[in-house]
């Protein structure tokens, strides 16, 4: 069964950093893109930050371009969304997904989601 869990969320002040992990069984991760996502109360879900499965190609939503950073680490199956300079308006929860081989392709499978909130 595949099956992504997200770990990491928490409460954090304005200005604090978090890291998300997101760690796959079932399958090898090396073969998919892997996207963050997130959705706030009352707010659409949005993308965040996807990286190709190779690892070559990153990109982010221009909201947390220069604070936030996608990584993965094939060997350990998981990929990581390390947040700096955290907002108020970053708290929702974040999900993974696995994508094709890239990015562009449609996300198939889901994480449970892991809770952010950023508050003083």
């Known amino acids: 069964q595949l099956q992504l869990v997200e770990s990491g969320g928490g409460l954090v002040q304005p200005g604090g950093s978090l890291r998300l992990s997101c760690a796959a069984s079932g399958f090898t991760l090396s073969y998919y893109a892997i996207g963050w996502f997130r959705q706030a109360p009352g707010k659409e879900r949005e993308g965040v930050s996807c990286i190709s499965s190779s690892g070559g190609s990153r990109n982010y939503a221009d909201s947390v371009k220069g604070r936030f950073t996608i990584s993965r680490d094939n060997a350990k199956n998981t990929v990581y969304l390390q947040m700096n300079s955290l907002k108020p308006e970053d708290t929702a929860v974040y999900y993974c997904?696995?994508?094709?081989?890239?990015?562009?392709?449609?996300?198939?499978?889901w994480g449970q989601g892991t809770q952010v909130t950023v508050s003083s």
């Open positions: 997904a696995a994508h094709g081989p890239g990015c562009s392709t449609l996300p198939h499978t």
